[in-house]
């Protein structure tokens, strides 16, 4: 398997690179940090996850400004 870019809203934000118990997630942007080195199953389930994270940090700020 080769290494996967992670695309959301058409930004790149990190890159799924082969491991020994699934595809890692290496993070290109400052956002997406946490997620550095967690590992996946398969790209949907990662797609989803870092989906999940950015919805829950673009939450956390609105709420910090009301």
């Known amino acids: 398997m080769q290494k996967q870019i992670v695309e959301i ?10 491991h020994a118990r ?4 290496m993070a290109v942007k400052f956002h997406v940090w946490p997620l550095d080195g967690e590992v996946y199953a398969d790209p949907a389930t990662a797609h989803r996850a870092v989906t999940a994270h950015i919805a829950a940090t673009r939450e956390a700020m609105a ?4």
């Open 63 to 66: 709420d910090r400004v009301h």
């Open 9 to 18: 809203a058409g930004e790149a934000v990190g890159t799924l690179m082969p």
């Open 22 to 25: 699934g595809l890692r997630f």
